[in-house]
């Protein structure tokens, strides 16, 4: 391979101010002024250097899938770079036609009560450092982590998905309408 081909398989990351990186063996830990988190790069195969304020990374290997697995790493550390400066918000829309659906925080589960009558309400996890707040028919999720705040509306939506019905006439469940970058109140 020449030296041009070869350059496709590197990339750096410029880490932005305010935000700083460790790295011990394959983990990188983030401290920013929203707060502090980590990310595991064992089973993502890019190499990893710190220098001054950028992060350097190249390729085990020199294959197509290796430079899609290398761009990936990047917008990882990009959005958890992004995050710990502003954050993130995810707003969700309770809908429902006939009864009324609660939802509720009680520590790290999320409690959705009296989707579609039933009397057990179902219950799904916050992953992460995210903050849900119900807000009467809005739930609103804020964070750092765009992945960790991303899993939890995925399980919100999952949680009031119906089944064994006609999903273009039973509506009712919860689901995102807004993403942005910054943290709203």
């Not at 460790?22 to 988190?37: A, D, E, I, N, W």
């Not at 761009?71 to 954050?87: Q, T, Y």
């Not at 999952?158 to 807004?178: M, Q, S, W």
Request: hydrophobic share 40%.
């Amino acid at each position: 391979m020449s030296t041009n081909q070869l350059e496709k398989f590197q990339d750096e990351v410029v880490i932005p101010e305010g935000v700083t990186v460790t790295q011990q063996k394959h983990m990188l830990t983030f401290v920013g002024p929203l707060g502090k988190t980590h990310k595991s790069f064992r089973k993502i195969p890019v190499k990893l250097e710190i220098a001054e304020n950028k992060i350097s990374m190249t390729t085990i290997n020199h294959k197509k899938r290796d430079y899609a697995i290398l761009h990936a790493a990047r917008s990882v550390i990009r959005n958890i770079c992004e995050g710990l400066i502003d954050g993130y918000t995810i707003k969700m829309k309770v809908v429902f036609a006939h009864f009324p659906i609660t939802v509720k925080v009680e520590g790290k589960d999320i409690i959705i009560e009296n989707f579609q009558g039933e009397r057990a309400p179902r219950k799904t996890v916050i992953v992460g450092n995210t903050k849900v707040i119900p807000k009467g028919e809005d739930v609103i999720l804020t964070g750092e982590v765009w992945t960790d705040i991303t899993q939890t509306a995925a399980n919100i939506e999952l949680k009031t998905k119906v089944k064994n019905k006609d999903h273009r006439v039973f509506l009712d469940g919860i689901y995102a309408f807004e993403k942005k970058k910054g943290i709203e109140k």
